[in-house]
């Protein structure tokens, strides 16, 4: 199989009797949903969407917002999730980078075509309606099918925008080709079923979406959470017998934190990924506490990756807790088969097991090239694409991240890696969260701060915070000040927005 389309078709005749989709109160078998999408495809076509048309779409996670998706792909267009947490002048630069002609709304968002950055598009959108009698169930079943396009592993299947953690957001194209072959470099270390329940969380703009491609490519059915909340998630997880979800380890640790895990049957649920930032040891362990019978993993990736590298997988969980290894519990695993990986100096020079350097990454999961950007020729060097992570290998093969290269700090000449700081300061009782960055210091060049959420009920000062430091890293490591605040500024994945950061206390 060598596009999406072509997985789609092959569920629709192998399961054709199997559920594709949960909701409330209805379902979809693939049968049903191919002929939807074929159907939705001509709906797309009729509205002015051509092969290699790319079309944005505003949208809460919903089976509708993936029918679309798919309908795209399967008239040979590239869809366009957008992040809808955007300002509207955001939006509209990202639509404007990937020319996009036409969008797909659903009525959450409908009113942001009534503001003058999106207003050429009031006459060329499609509106996502939850009405079952509603005009988008009309098109739908008013539509003419197509038949799917031809096209290869090449052809360009999804265009996600990075979250811009680090400044202004870059256009990814991603392939058939390179979403398909990471989803089989995960089953390498990671078991989906066919008569799996695949909870998906995370917004479907981000590219942890895309890891639930193993469950789609075994014919699983799905169901969407349009928004998080630990309530939500936990109820979703008893009504549908949830058997898989990925979750930011925000999600996780907000779920934890509420209490409210016994009041639920969470029986159903047998797998857990999470990633897209780091989880400390103890939330760690009260993951494993409070879902004992679920397997637990740690991916590592990048938009650019479609999306993973590496997998800390369950044994690895468990064979750390049960020996008191906790370091390995702060890796983020071995690489996947089928990935390449290899840690360099700045001066092209490849480092040796334990030195910290940066990670590069080969594969046939990783990208072409970002769209209208110079930085291509930057990051992709002789067929490997430079993450911009920093880490180490150690000599069982386990990666550990340090720190992005634009976040590393450099006080007095002397290196800091902000995740070495985080971590000490996560093992005090009373932080909830923190973050450390550098701040422009006329002496040093750069002074350590760090800036923390407190769990309820506490009141440490920052004087307390800073000394709890003291002999547990080099006195330079030590921040200057940590601010402590109600909330950190985080992406929609939960990743700390540090650029925010900087740019709010640099004086």
Partial sequence: MKTLTDVLLHNARTRADAVAVLDYGFSLTWSELARRIARLGGVLNQSG???????????????RQAEVIHAGQWIGATPVPINFRLAPAEIRTIIDDAECGFLVVDEQFIGLLDGPELADWKSRYLLISGDQAGPYEQSVKSGKPMEPATGSADTEALLLFTGGTSGRAKGVPLTHGNIIANAKQ??????????????????????????????????????YLPKFDPDALLRTIEEFRITFALLVPTMLMLTLQSGKVPQYDASSLKQIIYGASPMSVEWVREAFAAFPEVEFAQGYGLTETAPLLTMLDHQSHVDALEQGNTARLSSCGRVLEGVDLKIMDDNGQERTTGQVGEIYARGDNVFGGYINQELTQQVLVEGWFRTGDLGYMDNEGYLYLKDRKQDMIVTGGENVYSSEVEAVLNLHPDILEVAVIGIPDEIYGEKVNGVATIKSGSDPTQDELIDFCRGRIGGYKIPKQIHIVESLPKSAMGKILKTELRSKYKS
């Fill in 49 to 63: 969407i051509n092969r290699g048309d790319r079309f944005g779409i505003l949208a809460l996670n919903s089976w």
């Fill in 186 to 223: 995960a089953s390498s270390r990671w078991t989906a079923r066919p008569d799996d329940v695949v909870l998906h969380v995370p917004p479907m703009f981000h590219s942890a979406e895309l890891v639930k491609t193993v469950y789609f490519m075994q014919g699983a059915a799905n169901v």
